[in-house]
């Protein structure tokens, strides 16, 4: 297992300081944090909550130091949960209110932030020491107040986009309170707002390929309902090229990520 723990660390150390810059596109390094409290209801029911937010604090462009973004992005999300079983699998059906606001967007003196409503189904398998996740994310945004700022728009902050976000994710326990974990996120906008300039994030998901997201890090159980979840993420973020009406690459981000649960009973 020391072998496979030192691959691990040797992975995310050449993700977080070699790119090799191909697409020209900018190169950011950036702080990622939720914190998700779930509280138990029943052996079936509870309630999720989760806050966090995104840091900017390094952006290149072609090998030229920008001024980063700073803060991106806060997040909040509250919703019940329902657990049950299927055969070995296990499933958890999350169903939140999901609120994001973006300081700085579009402009420094603005602040922009929409609803949604999130539904991500997730799957278990336990073999030994093996666990095995999928995930299922329905991101619906119907509510938007970025259009407000952009010309030619007005005022409409209403509508609806559709982004879906798939990701495998495998773990191994290592000991009672470690276990090593990898995954990959794979995001795509399948419904895009018509009459509305697509801005995935702040305001309506852009239709097509939208991002990926590799993952690699530990899960650290620092006692009973408490784990916490240090990982390195590496993003390549798509975008339509107006002239060409393909996607392209057009951010690369080094997240160092951090995740804390907390599961109690009401």
Do not use: C
Not at 40 to 50: A, D, E, N, W
Not at 86 to 100: A, D, E, F, Q, R
Request: hydrophobic residues 40%.
């Amino acid at each position: 297992m020391k072998k496979i723990a030192r691959a691990l660390v040797f992975v995310i150390f050449v993700g977080m300081f070699v790119d090799g810059d191909i697409y020209g596109a900018p190169i950011t390094g950036r702080i990622w944090n939720y914190n998700i409290i779930t509280s138990l209801i029943s052996k079936k029911t509870g309630i999720i909550t989760i806050s966090g937010f995104k840091y900017e604090y390094m952006r290149y462009l072609n090998g030229e130091s920008l001024k980063p973004k700073k803060m991106l992005v806060y997040e909040f999300f509250l919703g019940p949960y329902y657990k049950m079983h299927i055969g070995k699998i296990g499933v958890i059906l999350p169903v939140v209110y999901h609120w994001m606001g973006f300081p700085d967007i579009p402009a420094s003196s603005d602040f922009s932030f929409n609803h949604n409503i999130d539904i991500f189904p997730s799957f278990f398998y336990k073999m030994g020491n093996s666990i095995f996740q999928w995930r299922i994310f329905f991101h619906n945004t119907f509510y938007s107040t970025i259009y407000k700022y952009i010309p030619n728009v007005g005022e409409p902050e209403s509508g609806y986009s559709l982004l879906i976000k798939l990701r495998g994710r495998y773990s191994y326990r290592i000991s009672k309170r470690v276990a090593l974990t990898i995954g990959d996120e794979f995001l795509y906008g399948l419904i895009g707002n018509n009459g509305l300039p697509a801005k995935t994030g702040p305001g309506f998901t852009e239709k097509g390929i939208d991002g990926n997201r590799i993952m690699a890090g530990f899960s650290i159980t620092l006692r009973k309902g408490l784990v916490l979840l240090p990982y390195y993420l590496y993003e390549t973020t798509y975008g339509e090229n107006k002239q060409t009406g393909k996607k392209e690459i057009t951010l690369k981000s080094h997240h160092l990520s951090l995740i804390l649960k907390y599961n109690f009973k009401t």
